[in-house]
C-alpha cells in the first residue's frame, strides 16, 4: 500500500473483524442518503409505498433468485429506510442441512438454466467479489439494482454509503427483530429514523 495520505482517507471498517459474513442470520438497515423520504410515507401507522418504495421492495424479494443461498425473513420498507432479515446457508434458523445438500456456488456460473448468470470476473475469474456469497455482496447488488431503476424516475434518489448489519446469535433475538420489522411502521414517530 502506498504511504502517499498515510491512511489519512482510510474509513475504519465498523464490521466485525471476527467474522466473515457469510453463513448466518443478519439484522439489515439501509437507509436513503440525508433519510428522504424516497419510499413514500406512513399513513395511519401503515407504510403507503411510493414507485420507488415498489422497486425497493420487488428487488429484496428478488435476492433468494439471485443468491441462491439466501432466504429473507421480515422485511419492511419504511419512507426513508429499509429493514429486512436475510439468512444466508448454514444459518442455524433456516433448516437448510449443506451436509445432505451442499450448493456448489460454482455451478451457478456454468448452469445455463439459472436467473442470475454472473460473468467469469474477466482477469479475475472465479475470484470476480460478485461471485461470493457473502451479505455484501447480496447488498451491493441490491443497492445497485434499486439506484438503476430510481434513478429513472427521480435522478436525485440515493443511498446512504453505509448499511448497518447485526449478527443475530439466537432464535430469541431472532423473534425480537422480527417483531420490530412488522411493528416498525406502527411506531413510525418513535422510530430513530423519523
Known sequence: MSDKFRNRYRIETSRAQWWEYGNGS???????RNRLHFFGEIIEKEMCKSKIGEIAETHW???????????????????????GIINIEGSHHESLDLEKNPIDFREMIEDPENSWKPSRGGVTGIHNPMLNRNLSTMLRWYTGRVS??????????????RFHDRI?????EYKIKTIYIQMNPMNWKEDEYY
Open 26 to 32: 443478519y439484522f439489515i438497515t439501509i437507509c436513503t
Open 168 to 172: 443475530i446469535r439466537d432464535p430469541e
Open 61 to 83: 424479494k428478488e435476492i433468494p433468485d439471485r443468491f441462491v443461498h439466501a432466504r429473507l425473513g421480515a422485511y419492511i420498507i419504511m419512507p426513508n429506510h429499509m429493514h
Open 148 to 161: 438503476y431503476e430510481a434513478h429513472k424516475i427521480n435522478p436525485d434518489f440515493g443511498w446512504h454509503k
